[in-house]
Structures are given as C-alpha cells and as structure tokens.
C-alpha cells in the first residue's frame, strides 16, 4: 500500500486508485458507483443467508456456513465430448461461425488439453497468441458438473482471442482485464439459461439457480467488498494515518459485518482474512471482476432478448484497440451509469426469490 501511494504521488496522480485507473481510461465515478450500487442491494444479500440457515435448520449462521453447499451436487457422468456438445448447443444464439470453430477447435482441432495427467498444473485457463491457436488447459472430470461450466468459461476466452485476432493488428488483438472476463461469463450465463430451460428435474434446477447464485455472490458481492476495502486502506494511508495490524482488522471487520449483515456471526480469525487475499498484493484489480460479470449479464439479456447479435461481436472483434470504457459502450453497455451493476444485482434477486420458492414446495407438488 505505501508503495502504491509513493508511486502514485511521484508520477502527480490525485490519488493511488487514480494511478491504477489510469491506464485503462477508467473513471472514478465507475469505481465508486459500483461499490454504492452493491451496497444499496446488500439486504438481498442478507436475505439469501437467512434461507441458507433455514434450509441447514442453524440456530445460528457462521462465514463458513456460507460455503457448505445448499443444494447437494447433481450427480453427474458427462463425458468430455457430451460436455462439448452441451455448451455449443447453450451457444446456439451466437450463430453457425462461433459454435462451428468452436466446435472444430474442441474436437478436431486439438485446441484442448482435456484431462489430469501426472505433474499437470491443476484448474484451467485458455491461453492464446496471435498466430497459434488459442488453446486451453482443462482438468475435466466426467463426474464433476461444474466442470461443464469451466469448459463454457475458457471457450469464451478462446473465442475472444480467435475473433480479435483475426480483426486486429498485433499491437492491437489482446485485450485488457477489464473486458477479459466479459467473454467467458457471458458463456456461462447462456449455459445457465440453456439448462434451465431444459430442466424438469427439481434438483438439478435448484442446483443450477444456487450456482448463479453463489457466482454472483462471489464475483459480484465478494469482490466488490474487497474493492472497497482497498480503497479504505489506500486512503488512510494517504490520510497520513498508520497502517497497523489492527488499523486492518478494524477496516476488515466493519465491511464484513455490513457485508454479512446481522444474522451472520463473524468468528474473530475472519479479521485476518485480508492479509492472505492474494490479489490485494496487486491492488485495485478485483472490481474488474464484478464490473465484467456486470457487463457480461447485460450484453446475455441483450442476445437473448433480441437475438441480434452484431454487437456482441464487434466486442469480441475489437481486441485492445479501444479503452474499454469505450468498447462496452459501442456493444451497448453503458459502464458509467449504474444500470448494468443494477441489472446484475436484479438477476440475484430474482435468482434468490425463485430458489426460496423451489425449496419451500414441497417436492411431491412438482
């Protein structure tokens, strides 16, 4: 934190979060109207914790209640060609060119490496360069569902890198953090949408709902409160204050209990949880993430709704030729008014409202 704050004041920036905007021509106003949109909609947040301890029948609800499933795992048995065909079938709004390349690339192509094998790296990413193709490292496993969703996820990337390089100069194809995750959550959110819609199954679609649920509350509420405590500790120290263990625990402490809320108990060790939060290392990097799945619900509602598609396609072909501000605006989201952060904090009280409805009717109902 010192460190951000000298270098912000030797290079003339008003502030060590203007210094970090900076190169991506982002405004303040993005950063801030974020963290007031999030905080204005925490007592649905809080809401869905009360149905978490009713659910687990809790006389009282812990953090690390939080994460024990709500809904148990669907059982599963996908194999990795299966899970092909489900996401491109989920990607069928996006046209014959993107699920037809995509598909070559998956099955033919080899842009996959699919399986766990002795000192593979673990998780999954997709990585890309302007003449190769962009591939991807996944650890599939046919008994895991959600491995279903990280396949939809990397795709995504690969695909924004195919388009933006096939379109863009070299200096031009990558684009930055702020869009990158825009392409692959959009992905997700369209599997969602397919699978609900397939669905009769009651668990499976109460497993489908918690899981949007819990990205949401992960992506966007979780990272925003980090957002905001970065933003808390660079200012106390540009106040002239003292950083100190307990200056942290103080500023960690009070967003958690505004985060929880009232009905959530917050063990004292849970104060320590910023020193180990890595990206905080690399400051004011997380609120991409709940701005891109912000963007990433609204450009989904857009294709969904009126099945145009041009848009969408001028984002994933623009690359890094433009400030991202600016490329979302020409797909149509606005990222300096409160509207798409708005429209995903809807989606998560829509998807909080159904979830309590499904898990209070009794099954023989359905």
């Avoid at 979060?17 to 949109?37: G, K, Q």
């Avoid at 933003?231 to 100190?244: D, Q």
Wanted: proline share 4%; glycine share 6%; with cysteine.
């Amino acid at each position: 934190v010192k460190g951000d704050v000298f270098l912000a004041k030797a290079r003339n920036y008003p502030s060590a979060l203007e210094a970090s905007l900076f190169p991506d021509n982002v405004p303040v106003a993005v950063y801030d109207s974020l963290i007031e949109a999030v905080r204005s909609r925490l007592p649905v947040l809080h809401r869905y914790y009360g149905l978490r301890q009713r659910v687990f029948n809790l006389p009282d609800l812990h953090v690390y209640d939080t994460y024990a499933p709500l809904v148990s795992a669907v059982q599963s048995d996908v194999s990795f060609d299966e899970a092909i065909g489900m996401v491109l079938k989920s990607l069928h709004p996006l046209g014959s060119e993107y699920t037809e390349t995509l598909g070559r690339g998956l099955s033919q192509e080899r842009w996959c490496d699919r399986y766990e094998n002795k000192g593979k790296r673990s998780g999954a990413f997709s990585y890309g360069t302007y003449q190769g193709p962009p591939y991807i490292l996944m650890n599939y496993k046919a008994d895991v569902f959600s491995d279903i969703y990280t396949l939809a996820h990397e795709a995504g990337h690969s695909m924004h890198t195919w388009y933006a390089r096939r379109t863009q100069s070299f200096q031009n194809y990558h684009y930055p953090i702020f869009l990158a995750e825009v392409a692959s959550t959009f992905n997700e959110i369209l599997l969602t949408e397919h699978l609900l819609a397939e669905t009769k199954d009651r668990a499976m679609r109460a497993y489908l709902l918690n899981r949007q649920i819990d990205d949401l509350r992960g992506t966007l509420f979780r990272q925003t409160m980090f957002a905001e405590f970065e933003k808390l500790a660079h200012a106390t120290e540009e106040s002239g204050a003292a950083l100190t263990l307990e200056s942290f625990r103080t500023m960690y402490r009070g967003l958690l209990d505004s985060y929880f809320g009232t009905g959530v108990i917050i063990d004292e060790e849970l104060e320590l949880e910023c020193l180990r939060i890595p990206h905080f290392y690399s400051a004011f990097y997380v609120y991409k993430y709940a701005t891109g799945i912000s963007a990433a619900i609204t450009l989904a509602t857009q294709v969904l709704a009126s099945g145009n598609t041009d848009r969408y396609f001028g984002f994933l072909k623009s690359g890094g030729s433009q400030f991202p501000i600016e490329t979302l605006a020409k797909a149509g989201v606005d990222m300096r008014s409160p509207q798409p952060v708005n429209a995903a904090l809807d989606l998560f009280e829509r998807r909080v409202k159904e979830l309590e409805e499904l898990l209070s009717t009794p099954a023989q109902s359905n």
